[in-house]
């Protein structure tokens, strides 16, 4: 099967009530702020987004996008594989759909002046939230050990003749 791209933007709502599923792809090179903190260009993430209506009569949306970067290990300062997924579940706020009538397992989000919804800027959102905090190799596989590492020495003699900074509060204490 081929993948197609994912539209830019769509309106959820109307989505919904058709029933809406798209699988595709979402061009790398439009998610400029995912590509900053890569090693080399993003390839082209896989998404697949469904659009329904719920027993509640929310119109809503769910999602998953995957993708595999190259980022900087934070240890040894190499390239490293990393296999993102992230997994979403959105439902649009409009007038008749008010965030506060929502169940816990939908996340609320804005259409904006056309009562569209950005799927692009939200796979990479989503992408970045599911990319890892600290990025490293597992310990047997980087290149610097992680017990053997320094971070330089403490001189004894200047820690011990380094005058206390509380020492004017103690002066003023015993007055």
């Known amino acids: 099967m081929q993948k197609v791209r994912i539209p830019v933007t769509v309106d959820p709502v109307k989505s919904a009530n058709k029933k809406v599923a798209y699988d595709g792809v979402v061009p790398g090179k439009t998610l400029t702020r995912l590509q900053e903190s890569l090693v080399e260009p993003c390839p082209d993430p896989d998404a697949s987004v469904e659009f329904g209506i719920d027993e509640q009569g929310i119109s809503y949306f769910t999602g998953k996008a995957k993708v595999a970067v190259k980022v900087l290990c934070e240890r040894c300062n190499t390239p490293l594989d990393v296999d993102i997924l992230a997994q979403f579940a959105y ?39 599911a990319m890892p905090i600290v990025p490293k190799h597992d310990a047997k596989a980087c290149q610097v050990d992680r017990d053997a590492m320094t971070w330089g020495e403490i001189d004894e003699s200047a820690a011990e003749e380094s005058e206390n900074p509380f020492a004017v509060l103690q002066e003023l204490k015993r007055k």
Not at 105 to 126: C, Q
């Open 91 to 129: 439902a649009p706020v409009t007038k008749r759909q008010v965030a506060d009538d929502f169940p816990d397992s939908y996340e609320a989000i804005e259409v904006n002046d056309f009562g569209e919804v950005n799927l692009h800027g939200l796979v990479e959102d989503e992408l970045i939230l």
